[in-house]
């Protein structure tokens, strides 16, 4: 009996290697491209079919060769950025519909920031990607506050600064009035011929923050009208 185990022992070995060469040989390659270390690069080996018209040429290829002049927003400054606007209203838009991490590298509750590049926004948890996932479409699309700033060339940064905004963010008045200040010249523009005394940005409340009435990511509405419900105000981001 021992010596037929023995004897069977190279049969085994012999068997298990041929299993395993067959299976080598009919797997199929991966058609995924290798991971780069670079957003753009992985997609865009030319940046001369994308470039605008007039755009200055582009040597080299890769996201460093465009925040030479562009910024992506790493400073988080109250003001437009086409650049950061442009390239997520085209990746992200309804042709493309790519997913933030095919150019963005993330890791729940650590890190979001750009492939290549050490830059960080944050550290989103993933119930935090996907309400920015869900906020992001408004932005891109909607009638609400959110695309109306998209549309002036506003990005994310624009409003919320340097770190993506987490479940429990709000927009300060000071940051609106970055832009749509100051206060004083905001009352004056807004004041009704008819009605002086019904301006929404001069009233008996005094000051209230921004976002008692304009709702970025949803239908915006004049706090007014909870109590003045015979007033008529327009107010953007609105379905009136």
Known sequence: MRMARIQSAPLITLTLLCLLLSLAASA?????????????????????????????????TGLASCIRCHSIGQAGEAKKN???????????????????????????????GLIGESISWGAPKDDDMAVIKEVFVS?????????????AMIDCAGCHGKE?????????NSRCLACHGPQDQLAARSTPKDFPKRNPHDSHLGEIACTVCHHAHAESKAYCLDCH???AMKIPGSSN
């Open 28 to 60: 199929k390659p991966s058609s995924s491209p290798p991971p780069s270390s670079d957003g753009c690069a992985a997609c865009h080996a030319d940046y001369s079919s994308v470039l605008p018209n007039g755009h200055p040429a582009v040597s080299g």
């Open 82 to 112: 086409g650049f950061s606007t442009r390239i997520h209203l085209t990746h992200a838009g309804p042709q493309l519909h790519l997913e933030c991490v095919a150019c963005h590298s993330y890791v729940p509750g650590k890190s979001f």
């Open 139 to 151: 932005w891109l699309n909607s009638g609400y506050t959110d695309h109306l700033h998209a549309k």
């Open 164 to 172: 993506v905004p987490l479940l429990d963010t709000t927009v300060e």
């Open 229 to 231: 419900r015979n007033f």
